[in-house]
């Protein structure tokens, strides 16, 4: 029987690496590459056609993207979102974009090894108790999953959010929250890039109407 070959993709080198070393113990799979971003994803996608890709929901050049590019070309790969958000909407992204699962990074490595067996027998994993959040979403029980984006957020970035809405520069963030500029630019980047804006205007906007600030943006 052979073996089920995955790419493993994260920016983290110290973390792939990790990953890649416990998937190379087990005898049912293999890892057949290594990507730190999505240009370096599809690249392998194209020259070694995997069976599986393991993919940080953060890594740079855009994981959604990147998957709904990787159905486009590939869609028999398996896509396996790995990430650090426990959010119910950031599960939906995933899943609209193409994902076959979504595994959490403080779960056990014996759930994201179960993960991909099971994407390649046609099943669907999401770590557990986001799974029960989704399904009492589905049902009603909760909020509507696309009101708002801010578990999507970390609480860095949300604070980031609310001092652009009250119209610190990046200068000034930088000296409150003791970091560099070059930092404070990577939060706002990221922000905007999560909530799918694409100015500061929009920013602010979405961060008064969200309740991050208490000042009025005019339209």
Not at 10 to 24: G, N, P, Q
Not at 51 to 79: L, N, Q, T
Not at 122 to 146: A, D, H, M, Y
Request: aromatic fraction near 6%; charge should be neutral; glycine fraction near 6%.
């Amino acid at each position: 029987m052979s073996k089920i070959k995955v790419v493993l993709a994260d920016s983290v080198r110290i973390f792939r690496e990790a990953i890649s070393l416990t998937i190379s113990t087990e005898t049912d799979m293999e890892v057949i590459g290594l990507a730190r971003d999505t240009k370096e994803i599809l690249k392998l996608v194209e020259t070694v056609s995997p069976d599986v890709v393991v993919m940080d929901i953060d890594i740079s050049g855009g994981s959604f993207k990147a998957a709904r590019k990787i159905k486009e070309v590939r869609p028999k790969i398996m896509v396996v979102f790995l990430t650090m958000y426990d959010s119910v909407d950031c599960l939906v992204d995933a899943l609209a974009a193409g994902g076959n699962s979504y595994v959490l990074k403080n779960g056990p490595l014996a759930e994201l090894l179960s993960t991909i067996r099971e994407v390649m027998s046609g099943g669907l994993f999401v770590s557990s108790p986001l799974l029960t959040r989704w399904i009492n979403c589905l049902r009603g029980e909760e909020e509507q999953l696309k009101d708002q984006y801010q578990p999507f957020l970390t609480d860095r970035e949300r604070e980031v959010l609310r001092m652009f809405a009250e119209g610190r520069s990046k200068e000034q963030i930088a000296k409150d929250i003791h970091t560099s500029v070059g930092t404070v630019e990577v939060h706002r980047n990221n922000i905007m890039r999560k909530l799918a804006v694409h100015n500061q205007f929009q920013l602010v906007q979405y961060a008064v109407r969200e309740g991050f600030t208490s000042l009025a943006v005019s339209a």
